[in-house]
């Protein structure tokens, strides 16, 4: 752990002088201060109080991490190497832009994850640029659509032969399908808060990704962005993210 505190210091240290660096451009301070309405408070954040932010969001994902490893019940020794260092990195540099604390518990586990498994790196960094790309309410919404999927559908013989999982929809006419057999679990109730559209958005973000299929097109009665089913690739990545690495 002791190699994983030197590199939050180093972090940390370019953090900081990014900050002091701001603080001496006194021009490009008084162009962001003359800004209305945001000057004074992106001056505010630039000149110390965003490098605060970011320390302690590495601080508390170094926490989350150390918790994670302590519960390893098996002797683990990581060697440093390069690709270990490129991981890192990468992973410290997400973790110093993203609020949202869940995340950066997804990002230890991703790290924990491969301390355990001992991957080949490039599956580890494929995982990395995955989740990177994918805000909190899209893990939600995926993490849904699989456990969701792997119920027992009444229909279980025709449903499995088809996709293997049983589908979720955001769509009246699939939740309520006068063939029983086609009836997916509706995945509106829930997230109430989230609109129509912005479930077509993320799913179609997930769609783009691999991580769900579109099965609206099986069928000739049925549009598209209406019912989905996780594919094996989303599987693959919230096994890296989660605290157990089998669900």
């Given at each position: 752990?002791?190699?994983?505190?030197?590199?939050?210091?180093?972090?940390?240290?370019?953090?900081?002088?990014?900050?002091?660096?701001?603080?001496?451009?006194?021009?490009?301070?008084?162009?962001?201060?003359?800004?209305?309405?945001?000057?004074?408070s992106l001056d505010t954040m630039?000149?110390?109080?965003?490098?605060?932010?970011?320390?302690?969001?590495?601080?508390?994902?170094?926490?989350?991490?150390?918790?994670?490893?302590?519960?390893?019940?098996?002797?683990?020794?990581?060697?440093?190497?390069?690709?270990?260092?490129?991981?890192?990195?990468?992973?410290?540099?997400?973790?110093?832009?993203?609020?949202?604390?869940?995340?950066?518990?997804?990002?230890?586990?991703?790290?924990?994850?491969?301390?355990?498994?001992?991957?080949?790196?490039?599956?580890?960094?494929?995982?990395?640029?995955?989740?990177?790309?994918?805000?909190?309410?899209?893990?939600?919404?995926?993490?849904?659509?699989?456990?969701?999927?792997?119920?027992?559908?009444?229909?279980e013989n025709i449903v499995k032969?088809?996709?293997?999982?049983?589908?979720?929809?955001?769509?009246?006419?699939?939740?309520?399908?006068?063939?029983?057999?086609?009836?997916?679990?509706?995945?509106?109730?829930?997230?109430?808060?989230?609109?129509?559209?912005?479930?077509?958005?993320?799913?179609?973000?997930?769609?783009?990704?691999?991580?769900?299929?579109?099965?609206?097109?099986?069928?000739?009665?049925?549009?598209?962005?209406?019912?989905?089913?996780?594919?094996?690739?989303?599987?693959?990545?919230?096994?890296?993210?989660?605290?157990?690495?089998?669900?």
């Open positions: 752990m002791e190699q994983d505190k030197n590199k939050e210091e180093k972090a940390i240290g370019f953090i900081t002088k990014a900050s002091a660096a701001y603080c001496d451009k006194f021009p490009l301070r008084s162009a962001i201060q003359a800004i209305p309405y945001l000057g004074s630039l000149a110390g109080l965003g490098a605060n932010y970011k320390y302690k969001r590495l601080e508390d994902f170094i926490a989350v991490l150390n918790k994670r490893l302590s519960n390893i019940e098996k002797n683990v020794n990581i060697e440093p190497s390069e690709p270990l260092f490129d991981f890192m990195m990468q992973i410290f540099d997400q973790v110093s832009r993203t609020r949202s604390k869940d995340k950066r518990k997804k990002f230890a586990n991703l790290v924990a994850n491969q301390v355990l498994k001992r991957c080949d790196w490039d599956e580890a960094e494929a995982a990395y640029r995955l989740i990177s790309d994918l805000s909190d309410i899209n893990i939600q919404v995926l993490d849904l659509a699989i456990t969701i999927g792997h119920r027992k559908h009444p229909f032969v088809t996709d293997g999982l049983c589908p979720v929809t955001i769509s009246d006419k699939w939740a309520n399908d006068k063939y029983s057999s086609r009836q997916a679990t509706d995945l509106r109730p829930h997230f109430p808060s989230l609109s129509q559209s912005a479930f077509q958005v993320i799913c179609s973000e997930l769609e783009s990704k691999g991580l769900l299929r579109d099965r609206g097109l099986d069928y000739a009665d049925r549009r598209h962005m209406e019912v989905f089913v996780a594919t094996d690739l989303a599987q693959w990545l919230i096994d890296w993210i989660s605290e157990s690495i089998h669900r």
